[in-house]
């Protein structure tokens, strides 16, 4: 689980990793991200993570040969956190006037609508990090059955707090765009507010899991919006 | 120097005019795009011209038929691209410094070079600072695009500017320069040896499709990449994408994408980048890391 090291431009830096993504990869990327932080958190502007990456805006960059040979030392001294055992309860109105796809993707699955709900909403999700859109959570654990490839051509508006499926993902629109995944309903939860410090509830690491709300529990929670607890 | 707010009041805008900054570094980690002046070298060159602080915040214009006018005194520069400008419907040079009194009003007409115009003022334009930078940006600030009759405030000075009449040159080179300097993207050895040498060899035409967020060009490099699993992507990051359009993110990108990233162009790139029109050529001109 040691990652490769290279430097695209004098300032740009990318930690990357051949192993699929799993609980285990997150578990090195991020102790990864917290060594460098604490060895050259000086020269660091910021750090990035994607699902096999870890990406570091330098300041000032250290020489590619010697972030290797620190790399060689990293099993000696890195101090492997379990992740976080959080789990975040997010409510979610799965129905088809919430989620326009929901009847045709149970339909092209051959499984109820029921079924689907039920699989989706079963799983922790575990939260890998934060992109596409302010507070769009990029997820893994999605049932491989639910797996779906994207929509040929994208809806120009999916409307925000939309929980879709796209590929072997699953996630969460926090607000209004365009999108290519298919919709199977809809969370009353905001995810992000730039007025909140930090804007957004969740942190790469933690878990999340879909819990099913009636149409009256939606609208309260459209009327009066709360933020997710944790199980 | 009192700062009495004051007002400079959109009359006429075609669409893409927005405040901006040096854009929010470090909130990347929660999704949010970094922003911020599409061409650095002009943005920092009026805050330089103003005395103003480095990251005061501009004015980005980028479409013809803009007009507003100021409610009160100070003194303001424009740079960026060469436009017809008229002060009061006389014409003025759209590089450099211009004072101005109450009631007056700025209009500005054909781009003739470049893509992108910037008008500053002296203490910076006072829109709402939201995690840490007033760069405009859908579902941040509460404005994206600057509509007609908006009021984007400023502090006016109340006395006449200090104002030396310096004949400062801005370079225009840059709009013209085809070569542009670019490095290998994290996923440049994924491409075979033809697409490799089409990307070192070839010129490449910029589309209609332009905005703070990418440029597409028109020439297509056929591949058959996979897609990637999702992997942060930056301002300069040139994505390919399966149908072979080649995209080069920009300011207002997202901070992760799913598409192999093929280039990568640095900082001092960006602002000759943004300053191109559609139909322009470009070429890449690699450097080693």
């Known amino acids: 689980m040691i990652p490769g090291y290279r430097l695209i431009t004098p300032n740009l830096g990318e930690f990357f990793w051949n192993e699929a993504i799993s609980d285990e990869l997150l578990r090195f990327q991020l102790a990864i991200k917290n060594q460098v932080l604490e060895d050259f958190g000086d020269t660091i502007q910021e750090t990035r993570i994607g699902f096999q990456t870890l990406s570091i805006v330098w300041k000032t960059a250290i020489p590619a040969s010697e972030l290797n040979s620190w790399l060689e030392s990293m099993p000696k001294i890195l101090m492997l956190k379990s992740l976080s055992e959080d789990c975040w309860k997010v409510p979610v109105r799965y129905s088809s006037s919430t989620g326009r796809d929901l009847e045709t993707l149970a339909e092209s699955k051959n499984i109820s609508v029921a079924d689907l709900i039920s699989l989706h909403s079963s799983v922790e999700y575990r939260i890998h990090f934060f992109g596409f859109l302010p507070g769009f959570m990029y997820l893994n654990g999605l049932p491989e059955k639910l797996n779906t490839p994207r929509k040929r051509i994208p809806d120009l508006s999916v409307p925000a707090g939309s929980v879709a499926i796209g590929g072997s993902q699953t996630g969460i629109y926090p607000s209004e765009s365009p999108g290519g995944w298919h919709l199977i309903g809809r969370s009353p939860i905001r995810l992000f507010d730039p007025q909140l410090i930090p804007a957004v509830w969740a942190e790469p690491g933690e878990k999340l899991l879909f819990t099913p709300i009636s149409e009256k529990e939606f609208d309260l929670l459209i009327r009066q919006p709360k933020l997710p607890e944790l199980r | ?289």
């Open chain 2, 1 to 289: 120097m009192i700062k009495d707010p004051a007002y400079l009041k959109i009359l006429k805008t075609g669409p893409g005019t927005s405040v901006q900054d040096l854009g929010r570094i470090g909130f990347s980690q929660f999704g949010v795009p970094y922003s911020g002046a599409m061409d650095h070298k002009a943005f920092s060159w009026i805050n330089h011209l103003l005395k103003n602080k480095e990251y005061d915040a501009v004015l980005e214009i980028s479409q013809p038929g803009f007009k507003a006018e100021f409610d009160s005194p100070t003194l303001i520069c424009l740079a960026g691209a060469k436009v017809d400008c008229n002060l009061n419907g006389k014409p003025v040079s759209s590089f450099g410094l211009i004072p101005i009194v109450e009631g007056d009003t700025i209009e500005i007409g054909a781009f003739l070079q470049g893509s992108i115009l910037y008008l500053g003022i002296k203490g910076g334009f006072q829109t709402d600072e939201i995690l840490e930078s007033k760069s405009w940006y859908q579902g941040i600030t509460a404005e994206y695009t600057a509509r007609k009759n908006a009021l984007i405030p400023y502090f006016t000075t109340q006395e006449i500017p200090s104002f030396t009449n310096s004949k400062a040159k801005w370079n225009t080179s840059g709009f013209e320069k085809e070569a542009i300097n670019v490095y290998p993207g994290p996923d440049w050895e994924l491409l075979d040896k033809k697409s490799q040498k089409q990307l070192s060899e070839g010129s490449f035409t910029i589309s209609n499709l332009k905005n703070r967020m990418a440029i597409q060009l028109e020439e297509l490099i056929p591949n058959s990449l996979p897609e990637l699993a999702t992997a942060p992507v930056f301002p300069g990051t040139v994505q390919l994408t399966s149908g072979g359009k080649l995209i080069i993110l920009m300011r207002d990108a997202q901070v992760t994408g799913g598409y192999p990233r093929i280039l990568q162009f640095p900082e001092e790139s960006l602002s000759v980048l943004a300053q191109k029109k559609p139909s322009q050529k470009i070429r890449f001109s690699f450097l080693k890391v």
